[in-house]
């Protein structure tokens, strides 16, 4: 069919939210626009679902070149998320199909996970659980104090932001900040009179200085080719000796086998990760029987009110981009 002889369709390529997708409907359905649900894992199944879709929300399941190839009427892929690694953006652009993302909308909870990590790490409170479940009592093992310890963040997007101002209340000396586009100005504007009044030394940094002098280093980073494999043997063995490392952006940052080899060698002393280079954790993972590490899986970003704003805005913006395609039946 053509032009608006049928009403627009947004396929959904997996659903991980269990309740009919009723708030992309309540975006979507009174502009007219039919909205399924599929059940995509693979880019084969993402071409066979979308063929005829207008707009594509994808959610966890690839759409990459021959997923978009096979779109015959595609304007628009509204990506659940901030990140954009699961879409091939050149070949989107090539086909004249606009990709749409959720920047912000989790910002909080993924500074609540990061202070959240450092704290089970400092506090222990994995192993403490566990020892009790057990049956034991007082773990031999020290905790440590976070007031008065650097902490470091590399890069300064949304979450990194988010991180720095929140960590100002916990009695951190200092926060070095390392992005390619922070300068003193940025820093003063986003932390400083708050940094003040807390008397928390708020500095940017090389990447390098920053590994070095931070007892706990936290990555804000999206995936792309120049970050990919960023955390390596080389930085880990850079990083001060007893510090802890944690990441909650993507599991590709890091080469998951130097930071096993890290923590079992004793330098550094721990990890917190919500995500990992495949996920579920396989296992045969380095990472697994490690007692110095806190898992999370994958929801740093959760919680009830992100959730629905990222539905709400990933139906928006398909939404939007509909309309600019004159995609949308008339009014009334």
Partial sequence: MSGLSRRPLAVVTDDRFGDGLALERAVLGPAGVEVVEAS????????????DADAVLANLAPVDAAALAAMERCVVVARYGVGLDSVDLAAAAARGVAVRNVPGYCDTEVAEEVIGLILALARRIAERDAYVRAGGWNLPAANRRVAGSILGVVGFGGTGKALARAALGLGFSAILVHSRRVSAER???ALGPAARALG???????????????DWVSLHLPLVSETRGLMDGGRFAAMKEGASFVNTSRGGLVDEGALAAAL?????????????????LPADSPLRGLPNLVFSDHSAYASRESV???RRRTAQNAL????????LPPRG
Avoid: N, Y
């Fill in 320 to 327: 939007e981009e509909l309309a600019r395609a004159g995609r």
């Fill in 187 to 189: 820093l003063e504007a």
């Fill in 264 to 280: 079992r060698s004793g330098r550094l002393a721990g990890a917190g990760l919500d995500v990992f280079s495949v996920e579920p």
């Fill in 200 to 214: 928390v030394r708020v500095e940017a940094a090389g990447l390098d200085e920053l590994l070095g002098r931070s």
């Fill in 308 to 310: 629905a704003e990222l």
């Fill in 40 to 51: 995509c894992a693979t880019s084969v199944e993402v071409a066979a679902a979308c063929r």
